[in-house]
């Protein structure tokens, strides 16, 4: 255990410096010497406002779990970058042509409503990824950029017209407008907040500074917007990355996701999980997610939800529908 635990936060560091951090808006002066103003206003930009997890949940249960895919596919393997190499390429081409169909299949298989955030272009490229999930009638499919873009690299006005397309996109591709938005690597600019809000999702999917679902402050007001918050420990990409120092197999990675799970229960909040179809549905690790599904499931006493019904129902709880 204290390996996996040295391995997540490890991977945690790799992550996190691949992307560029955010730029700030301060003088030039070095943080040590800001005035408290300039700290507060640098800080206040997007914080955590209200718990927002419900007396209960639907049913009675004592925890939400909530099962999410990031389905980037090709714009990962190269396309965001302009670095277009054919053999990327075809692990990507693995996550529509393969893995896609085999998760899926084990989610309906299980009945477990889940939630597919796509790249504009990864679902461009091969729509019939949306009827496959479409299909059974409990997922949801929710917007996760339009290439799987470094949002701070880019300007607002840029950002904002490629979060536009992108929901334009899926909205023909789906049929469906979706109401949930994850940042490409859950990388926000200083203007995500402000773009996210004009567009009117239901709920946000990109931040960590809680376990629980809770509303987004901005500038120190309460905004309205729910916020369902990620993890790197639970996220698949760092942990199985073969080809990195922090590899760890699929069964261990498994006991680290059933911990955060019993953990949940035992507190009675929320269980929220980010994958890519691309790395868990390859064979020898959607061992892991089906193992963990046994766990929970003989666990019991838990509310299986997609985002959107999450968010949707938290929102009622709270009063923020009124």
């Known amino acids: ?29 070095p943080p040590w010497d800001w005035a408290e103003f300039e700290v507060r206003d640098a800080i206040n930009q997007v914080r955590a406002g209200r718990d927002l997890t419900p007396e209960s949940w639907p049913g009675e249960a004592r925890v939400a779990v909530l099962f999410s895919f990031d389905v980037d596919n090709e714009t990962v393997q190269g396309l965001r970058d302009g670095s277009v190499s054919v053999g990327p390429l075809s692990q990507g081409e693995y996550g529509s042509r393969v893995a896609l169909p085999r998760v899926v299949e084990l989610m309906n298989q299980e009945d477990i409503p889940s939630t597919f955030f796509f790249p504009a272009w990864s679902l461009k490229l091969a729509p019939s990824q949306a009827a496959l999930i479409q299909a059974s009638g409990i ?45 490409p690597s859950w990388n926000f600019s200083p203007n995500t907040l402000d773009i996210v809000r004009r567009l009117g999702f239901v709920y946000e999917s990109s931040l960590m500074a809680d376990d629980r679902p809770y509303e987004l402050l901005h500038n120190g007001e309460p ?26 197999p699929p069964r261990e990675v498994m006991q680290v996701w059933i911990d955060e799970f019993d953990k949940a229960w035992e507190e009675g909040t929320m269980f929220l999980l980010t994958m890519h179809p691309h790395i868990t549905g390859h064979r020898s690790r959607i061992v892991a997610l089906e193992g963990l599904i046994k766990h929970i499931k003989a666990r019991g006493d838990v509310w299986f939800a997609t985002h959107e019904e999450t968010a949707r129902y938290v929102r009622t709880q709270a009063g923020m529908n009124e």
Do not use: K
Request: glycine share 4%; hydrophobic share 40%; charged share 20%.
């Open 1 to 29: 255990m204290t390996r996996i635990l040295i391995v997540a936060a490890t991977s945690f560091l790799l992550f996190a410096c691949q992307e560029p951090s955010q730029s700030n808006e301060q003088t030039g002066t």
């Open 139 to 183: 997922h949801e499919i929710a917007v996760h950029g339009w290439i799987h873009e470094r949002n701070s690299e880019l300007d607002a006005a840029t950002e904002e017209r490629l979060l536009v397309a992108a929901v334009d996109a899926m909205t023909e591709l789906t049929g469906e407008r979706p109401v949930g938005y994850r940042a």
């Open 223 to 248: 905004t309205n917007l729910v916020e369902l918050p990620v993890e790197w420990i639970l996220d698949d990409a760092p942990l199985f990355n073969p080809r990195g120092d922090s590899y760890s």
